[in-house]
């Protein structure tokens, strides 16, 4: 039973570049969560969507960042005109409808802005 | 504002003896908590929970206590070993009242090593 999976695990892109973040939650989780994790802080929520909903984007910085979770295939977490700001490990989480307090994370992407 | 603090960075332990780790929380609303483990270059990993209507949960050589009143709870792990050795996070749902218990609020974790 395979766990939440991401991909990329490493992903390097310029200032002005765009990023996207993939995520495959485990089987059966129809909920979906992003977190991202700056050096040396804990992981810090950034958005709750189920399938072509997003529930929750309060975490999310106003420009540039958007997410999706279509119907078919992985969510998406989309990054446009990066920044070296943007530089962290970006953790998918999934659960299951009515258990959102446990989640379940992935590998992680760790994104670099030369 | 952290809600959540883990204020110890680090911890070092002997193999076989008690590690503990300690978690402060400021927000009373959070009535849930979680313990991840996380090892380098991989997602944290759920590791136990507990409820406020309970003071203490374990599963095998890991235990957590939650203090209320003192807005404390430590995870404890005995006898170490140095599988062990990873970065602890606790986290609590719902960062403020009203938010969705959804999102996690996490410390900024303990690096455990334990030396063999």
Redesign the interface.
Known sequence: NAGVMQNPRHLVRRRGQEARLRCSPVKGHSHVYWYRQLPEEGLKFMVYLQKENIIDESGMPKERFSAEFPKEGPSILRIQQVVRGDSAAYFCASSKAGEADTQYFGPGTRLTVL | DQQ?KQNSPSLSVQEGRISILNCDYTNSMFD?F?W?KKYP??????LI?ISSIKDKNEDGRFTVFLNKSAKHLSLHIVPSQPGDSAVY?C?A?G?YSG???????????TKLSVIP
């Open positions: 959540v849930y979680l991840y270059a991989e997602g944290p990993t759920f929970s996070f986290a749902p960062a938010a969705g218990s959804y999102q996690l609020t996490f410390g900024k974790g």
